[in-house]
C-alpha cells in the first residue's frame, strides 16, 4: 500500500476510502464523458473535519486532490487527477439553519441544490439560482463553477446569491469569508471564491440568500419562422424597459426533438419557438402582461400561445427543460459549448453557427438562455466514426473564438474545466492569465486543488466519446 | 499629488513612486487617509460604451456618477443599488473600491452584483482585464468581485463594466410608522419575505419609522400600496417628499457635521444590540437590516469601516486569516498599494 494511503487511512475507516477498481471506476468521468481518468483513491468524508484533516494531509504530502459534488460538471471540473485522490462532498449534506425572518440557509457542500428550495417552500422563499441538473447538483459545485439557469438575466448567478463561505484553502487554512449579512466592508473575498473552480480549497459551509417566492407568473410561448425573428422578438422585450424572469429560445432541431421526447406541442411550421415569462406581484404582472402581449403580437410569430394556468405553464418549462437530452438522443454523441455573445448579436451569432454547421457537415441543435445571451450549441457526431470526434471538437473550438471575437465570452456558466482550456487565452492576455496564476498560488502554493483545469498546457486526460450524462441515461437527470 | 489623463499615465504613475494610493472625488475621506503618494483620477473620466440594449456599460474609474446615472436615465435605464454620495460627486472607482451601495440594493443587490469587469494597475504597473464585458461570464477568476471594497490596496481600478437595469416606470414611498426598534424589526422581517418585492426598505435615522419603496407599472402601485397599508400603519409620501427623503439619506444629509460616519454590516438578529450599545448616536438601517450607517462623535466596538471622522478606519480589528496577506503578495509583490490594516 503507498504511503498516501497509510496515512490517508489514519483519517478515514476502510468503507470509506475507496481505491478497488470497481469502486474507483464510477469516479472516473464527469459530466464531460468524453475525459476519464483512474485516481489512486476516493475518500469519502462525513464531517467537516474529515475534510480538514485530509486537505492539511493533502497539502503535507503535496498530494494532488479533486473536490467533487454530484460529478455533473459539463466541462471536466471534477475529473479526477491521476495519482491524486478525489474527495466527495456528498455525506457532508445537512441543511445547518433555514432563517425565514433573514431569508437565508447555512447549508454544507454536499446538499442538493433544490433541496434549498424544497426546505424554503413552507415559508414562501426559494433558491433562485436554477441550474437545469439543479435535481442532483450540489450547493459546493454550483459555488465551484458559479452555476447559473434560466433566471440570470433578473437574479443573476450563483455568485449574487451566497452570502458567506466557509473554507478549508489549499493550504489547510481554515476561512469564513462573509457571513450572515448581505453586505460587508474589506475586499469581496467571497465574490472570489465563488467561481474559482475548485482550484482554491473546499467550501464547508456556505450561507445563501433567499427570495420570496414570486406571487405571480405569466409565461408565454411564441412560434417564428425564423431563428432571426425571436431573436429580434428578445431585443424589443428588452428594448420595451421589461424585465422578465426567463426569456429562452429553442431552434427547429430542439423542438422535433421535445416533440419526440416529451410529445411537446408547438405552433406548426415554426423554426424558433421564443418563450417569455415574466413574475412579480399579480397587480404588476397583469399590466405587464399586456404591455408584453403587444410587443410579441407587433414581432410577429406564427402564432402566440400565452400559458392560460399552472398546468399549462409546467408544460412550457417541460418542454423547454427537456429539449437537451432530447436532442442528445437524436445523436449517440454531442458536445455542448456555453459561450456568450452581445445580445444584439444573436442572430448573427445564430447565422454563422448555421452556416459552419452546414460547412462541417455537422449538425448543431441551439437551445438558449436568450436574454443573456448565452448560447448552449449542441453538437451532434457519432464517435464511432473515424475523425467524427476531432472534427466536431473544431467546430466547438471555432464557436468558442466567434464568442470572443464579438466581444462575449467563452463561458456563461458550465466553466473551463479541462475542456474549455486551450481557450483561457482567447480571453486573457498572459499577463492576465499570469495574474490569475500568482492568485491560484496564493491560495494553494503547490497546486495540489484541482491541477490541470482551467489554465492552458498541462497533461491531457485521456479522450473516449461525447454524449448524454450517465444519470440523463437512466433518466434522472435532464438539462437544458 | 499626480493627475494623469490616461490609462498609460496612470501605469506610469503607480510605477514612479514605491507607495501609491488612489482617490477619486475624496467623498469618503478617511478612506484614503493615510500616507502615500495620491494619485488623483478625477481626469480618468467618462463613458467609454454604453449599449443599454446589452444592459452594459464601460467607463473610466473616475466618472462621476452622476454623469452615468444621466447617461442612463435618458435611456430609461438605472444603477439599481443607488449608489450613495452622487450628489456630493462620488466617482464609479470610488464606490466600487470603497464598496458602498444605498437603500435600492434590497431588491436586486449591491454594487458587487452589477459590476462585470475590471481594467486596473497592479502593483507592478501592468494594465490587466479581468471579468468580462457580457452580463454572463464565467472565465477565470471573479476579480472584478474581490476589488469591490478594497480600499484600493491590491490595485488602481482604471475602467469598469457594469451591469443595468430597466429603470421601473414608477416608483411610490410609503412611510410606516413605528413606536419602538421591536416593531421595526418586526416589520422588516414580514416586509422582507411578503409578496410585494419592495425596492428598498429602511429604518430611518432619529427615529424608528420605515421608508419603503415600492416600483412597477405605474397603475399598479396604488394598489399594492393600498394593500401594504392595511398591514401596517403608515402614509403614501408625495414624489417630492420621496425624492427628498431618499436623497438625503444617499447623501448622509443626517450625519451631524461633528460625527463619524461608519459603515457597519448587520443581520437582522444584531440589530437590537445595536440600538442598544447606541443609545445616544443616529443609525440608519438599510437594505432591509443588512447595513447599518452610524453617526456618532465615538467610534465603535461593531466592527466598522470609518468613511469620514475621527474613528479607526476599521474598527474592531479581528486577526485577519494568513491568505489575506498572500493575495496582497500575489497582486502587489513590492507592496507599492498600503495594506488593509495600516
Ligand atoms: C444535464 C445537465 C444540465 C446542466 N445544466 C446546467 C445549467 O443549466 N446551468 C449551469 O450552470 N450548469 C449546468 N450543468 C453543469 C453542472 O450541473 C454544474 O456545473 C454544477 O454546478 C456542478 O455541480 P456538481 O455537484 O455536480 O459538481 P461537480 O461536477 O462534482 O464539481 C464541479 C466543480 O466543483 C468543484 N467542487 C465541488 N464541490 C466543491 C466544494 N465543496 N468546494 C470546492 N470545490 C468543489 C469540483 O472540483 C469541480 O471543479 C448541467 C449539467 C448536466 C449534466
Known amino acids: 500500500m503507498p504511503a498516501a494511503l497509510q496515512r490517508l487511512a489514519q483519517i478515514l475507516p476502510a468503507d470509506r476510502l475507496l481505491t478497488s ?98 426546505a424554503a417552500t413552507p415559508h414562501d422563499l426559494h433558491y433562485a439560482p436554477d441550474p437545469s441538473s439543479q435535481s442532483i447538483c450540489t450547493i459546493g459545485g454550483n459555488v465551484a463553477f458559479n452555476s447559473g439557469g434560466a433566471h440570470c438575466l433578473k437574479y443573476g448567478m450563483t455568485s449574487n446569491h451566497v452570502l458567506g463561505i466557509k473554507a478549508v484553502l489549499a493550504t489547510g487554512e481554515v476561512v469564513q469569508f462573509g457571513g450572515e ?13 465563488t467561481g474559482n473552480e475548485g482550484l482554491f480549497g473546499i467550501a464547508l459551509e456556505i450561507t445563501l440568500q433567499l427570495l420570496p417566492r ?73 399590466i405587464e402582461k399586456q404591455s408584453l402581449e403587444a410587443i410579441l403580437t407587433a414581432s ?37 459549448q456555453d459561450g456568450v455573445v452581445p445580445r444584439r448579436r444573436l442572430g448573427e451569432a445564430l447565422r454563422r453557427i448555421d452556416s459552419m454547421s452546414k460547412e462541417a457537415g455537422i449538425r448543431v441543435a441551439n437551445v438558449f438562455h436568450a436574454g443573456d445571451g448565452n448560447l448552449h450549441p449542441l453538437i451532434l457526431f457519432n464517435g464511432r466514426e473515424e475523425g467524427a470526434l476531432e472534427r466536431a471538437e473544431d467546430l466547438a473550438g471555432r464557436i468558442l473564438k466567434m464568442c470572443v471575437e464579438m466581444g462575449g465570452s467563452i463561458t456563461g ?55 448524454l450524462h450517465p444519470l440523463e441515461k437512466a433518466g434522472i437527470i435532464s438539462r437544458e | 499629488m499626480m493627475t494623469p489623463e490616461d490609462i498609460h499615465e496612470l501605469a506610469e504613475a503607480v510605477r514612479s513612486s514605491p507607495r501609491v494610493l488612489a482617490i477619486g472625488a475624496g467623498t469618503k475621506p478617511r478612506l484614503s487617509q493615510i500616507e502615500a503618494t495620491k494619485i488623483c483620477m478625477q481626469r480618468l473620466q467618462g463613458i467609454i460604451e454604453y449599449d443599454p440594449g446589452e444592459f452594459t456599460f464601460t467607463a473610466l474609474a473616475g466618472t462621476p456618477l452622476a454623469e452615468i446615472a444621466a447617461a442612463l436615465a435618458a435611456k430609461q435605464q438605472y444603477l439599481p443599488f443607488d449608489p450613495p454620495l452622487i450628489g456630493a460627486g462620488a466617482t464609479l472607482g470610488g464606490t466600487v473600491a470603497a464598496g458602498l451601495s444605498g437603500p435600492g440594493r434590497f431588491r436586486f443587490g449591491g454594487v458587487r452584483d452589477f459590476i462585470l469587469g475590471v481594467r486596473y494597475i497592479d502593483g507592478a504597473g501592468r494594465v490587466l482585464r479581468m471579468g468580462g464585458k457580457v452580463v454572463k461570464n464565467a472565465a477565470g477568476f471573479d476579480l472584478p468581485k474581490f476589488f469591490v471594497g478594497s480600499l484600493g490596496r491590491f ?87 420621496a425624492a427628498t427623503l431618499w436623497e438625503d439619506l444617499r447623501e448622509f444629509r443626517w450625519v451631524p457635521p461633528d460625527a463619524a460616519l461608519l459603515k457597519i454590516p448587520v443581520a437582522l438578529d444584531q440589530l437590537l444590540a445595536l440600538y442598544s450599545s447606541h443609545l445616544g448616536d443616529s443609525i440608519h438601517v438599510s437594505a432591509g437590516g443588512n447595513v447599518a450607517w452610524l453617526a456618532t462623535p465615538r467610534t465603535t466596538q461593531w466592527p466598522a469601516m470609518t468613511l469620514r471622522g475621527n474613528s479607526p478606519l476599521w474598527t474592531a480589528p479581528t486577526q485577519r486569516p494568513a491568505i489575506w496577506q498572500s493575495i496582497k503578495t500575489a497582486m502587489d509583490p513590492e507592496q507599492r498599494f498600503p495594506t488593509l490594516d495600516p
Open chain 1, 214 to 286: 414570486a406571487e405571480s407568473f405569466h409565461t408565454v410561448l411564441a412560434g417564428y419562422q425564423t431563428l432571426e425573428q425571436a431573436g429580434d422578438a428578445v431585443s424589443a422585450v428588452i428594448a420595451a424597459g421589461l424585465l422578465p424572469g426567463a426569456m429562452e429560445i429553442m431552434d427547429a432541431l430542439a423542438l422535433n426533438a421535445a416533440k419526440a421526447a416529451v410529445h411537446a406541442e408547438y405552433p406548426p411550421g415554426c423554426e424558433a419557438v421564443l418563450i417569455v415569462e415574466l413574475e412579480g406581484p399579480r397587480e404588476s404582472v397583469a
Open chain 1, 21 to 118: 477498481a470497481a469502486e474507483l471506476a464510477a469516479y472516473e468521468s464527469d459530466g464531460l464523458t468524453a475525459f476519464r481518468t483512474r485516481p489512486l483513491a476516493i475518500a469519502v468524508p462525513e464531517t467537516q473535519e474529515e475534510v480538514i484533516a485530509l486537505v492539511r494531509l493533502c497539502h503535507e504530502l503535496q498530494l494532488h486532490f479533486v473536490a467533487r459534488g454530484s460529478g455533473t460538471s459539463l466541462s471536466g471540473g471534477s475529473l479526477p487527477v491521476v495519482g491524486g485522490i478525489v474527495i466527495t462532498l456528498n455525506r457532508l449534506n445537512r441543511i445547518l439553519k433555514l432563517d425565514p425572518d433573514q431569508r437565508l440557509a447555512i447549508v454544507e457542500p454536499g446538499v442538493i441544490n433544490s433541496q434549498v428550495t424544497t
Open chain 2, 155 to 241: 490595485g488602481v481600478l482604471a475602467e469598469l463594466t457594469f451591469k443595468v437595469f430597466p429603470r421601473p416606470a414608477s416608483s411610490m414611498t410609503l412611510r410606516l410608522s413605528s413606536a419602538d426598534i421591536h416593531s421595526s424589526l418586526n416589520m422588516l422581517r414580514s416586509i422582507s419575505r411578503g409578496r410585494w418585492e419592495v425596492e428598498a426598505l429602511d429604518i430611518l435615522p432619529r427615529s424608528f419609522d420605515i421608508a419603503l419603496r415600492i416600483a412597477g407599472p405605474e397603475a399598479a402601485l396604488p394598489l399594492l400600496a393600498t394593500d401594504l397599508l392595511a398591514h401596517f400603519d403608515g402614509a403614501k409620501l408625495s414624489n417630492e417628499e
Open chain 1, 300 to 336: 410577429r410569430p406564427v402564432e402566440m400561445r400565452p400559458a392560460r394556468d399552472a398546468k399549462e405553464r409546467l408544460a412550457i418549462w417541460k418542454g423547454r427543460k427537456s429539449a437537451f437530452s432530447a436532442v442528445g438522443r437524436l445523436s449517440p454523441d454531442f458536445i455542448v
Open chain 1, 413 to 467: 456558466e458550465h466553466g473551463i474545466g479541462v475542456e474549455k482550456r486551450e481557450f483561457l487565452a482567447d480571453m486573457f492576455n498572459q499577463y492576465e492569465i499570469d495574474a490569475m496564476l500568482r492568485l491560484r498560488a496564493a491560495f494553494d502554493p503547490h497546486g495540489i486543488a484541482n491541477p490541470g483545469k482551467m489554465f492552458p498546457g498541462k497533461e491531457a486526460p485521456s479522450l473516449s466519446h461525447h454524449g
Open chain 1, 181 to 193: 449579512s448581505r453586505e460587508s466592508i474589506g475586499p469581496d473575498a467571497c465574490g472570489l471564491f
